[in-house]
């Protein structure tokens, strides 16, 4: 059973912020909420994590609702490069060490 | 510094054959995983190795699909009588002890069955 749920595509203008949701609402206490995005033809590139605060890196943000149904990524100010598939990944935390549960993500576009 | 390397890059082979994908992953990296990814879906576990051993191989379809990691580090993805199925782009991942949230991904190898 898929564990989270994403809309198939969206697409984001150049330079504009974009906002990536994920549902997760069968997300037990102790699964984080991962994302990776995947350029075409390339490998599955990691973006961030978080468990219930909300995280900032230098490549995006991550949002998590208070009661951590539902997430979204912030990619603050979107670039052509930004084109990929974003990957909403729930994981239990003692199992960092093992495999990854891709689903299908979504393709986000970023327009001139 | 290097990142995961696959090769080859592209396998043609045709139906019953054996094919072997190699992976190299990341110097001093102690987990390496093996992944397939059919056209428009996202990436399937199939195998993941912590030094040497097989920690979990859940992943694999059936017996004609085997991997080793016979040194700890570089793994060969083995695959006997092939079938159009099968016909996929694998990746590898490895990760690092000390960073163990994040997986880095090599290219993929793109194989085609005929």
């Known amino acids: 059973d898929a564990k989270t749920t994403q809309p198939p595509s969206m697409d984001c203008a150049e330079g504009r912020a974009a906002n990536l949701p994920c549902n997760h609402s069968t997300i037990s206490g102790n699964e984080y909420v991962y994302w990776y995005r995947q350029i075409h033809s390339q490998g599955p590139q990691y973006i961030i994590h978080g468990l219930k605060n909300n995280e900032t890196n230098e490549m995006a943000s991550l949002i998590i609702t208070e009661d951590r149904k539902s997430s979204t990524l912030i990619l603050p100010h979107a670039t052509l490069r930004d084109t990929a598939v974003y990957y909403c990944?729930?994981?239990?935390?003692?199992?960092?060490?093992?495999?990854?549960?891709f689903g299908a993500g979504t393709q986000v576009v970023v327009t001139p | 510094g290097a990142g995961v390397s696959q090769t080859p890059s592209n396998k043609v082979t045709e139906k019953g054959k054996y094919v072997e994908l190699r992976c190299d992953p990341i110097?001093?990296?102690?987990?390496l995983y093996w992944y397939r990814q059919s056209l428009g879906q996202g990436p399937e576990f199939l195998i993941y190795?912590?030094?040497?051993?097989?920690?979990?191989d859940s992943g694999l379809p059936n017996d004609r699909f085997f991997a080793v990691r016979p040194e700890g580090s570089v793994s060969t993805l083995k695959i006997q009588r092939t079938e159009r199925g099968d016909s996929a782009v694998y990746l590898c991942?490895?990760?690092?002890?000390?960073?163990?949230?994040?997986?880095?991904f090599g290219p993929g190898t793109r194989l085609t069955v005929l």
């Open positions: 110097s001093g990296h102690t987990a």
């Open positions: 991942a490895s990760r690092s002890s000390g960073s163990p949230d994040t997986q880095y």
């Open positions: 190795f912590q030094g040497t051993g097989a920690a979990d």
């Open positions: 990944i729930v994981r239990v935390a003692t199992d960092s060490w093992g495999k990854l549960q």
